[in-house]
């Protein structure tokens, strides 16, 4: 089983939101921090935002602080991305990730699973 699925994305209008979804196939899904990191067109995969293990606390890119909110459902093993006031500059595939640290990691690097991604194209 695919251990983390995304969904939602698609194509939206400059100014407009987005929520992407992720459903975490790993058990206990309380065991992981996640988080979302995002890679535009022809650049490297950066960090978007993370949650710890138990939803208590939350870190976010600067490019995405003030405009989103990250949260979990860990009886639903869920995890969502909410973003507002979109640019083109959000264009990318959206990832979402799990890691085994418990507090929201910002290094690409510690993180041990992987979902295919979402496209989220915002057009000016």
């Known amino acids: 089983q695919v251990p983390l699925v995304e969904s939602g994305g698609g194509l939206v209008q400059a100014g407009g939101s987005v929520r992407l979804s992720c459903a975490v196939n790993?058990?206990?899904?309380?065991?992981?921090?996640l988080g979302w990191f995002r890679q535009p067109p022809g650049k490297e995969r950066e960090f978007v935002a993370a949650?710890?293990?138990?939803?208590?606390?939350?870190a976010y890119g600067d490019a995405v602080s003030g405009r989103s909110t990250i949260f979990r459902d860990d009886d639903e093993n869920t995890m969502d991305l909410q973003m507002n006031r979109l640019s083109p500059e959000d264009t990318a595939v959206y990832y979402c990730?799990?890691?085994?640290?418990?507090?929201?990691?910002?290094?690409?690097?510690?993180?041990?699973?992987w979902g295919q991604g979402a496209q989220v194209t915002v057009s000016s």
């Open positions: 990730a799990a890691s085994t640290t418990a507090l929201p990691e910002r290094d690409i690097h510690r993180y041990d699973h």
């Open positions: 790993l058990r206990p899904s309380s065991a992981y921090s």
């Open positions: 949650i710890a293990w138990n939803g208590g606390l939350q």
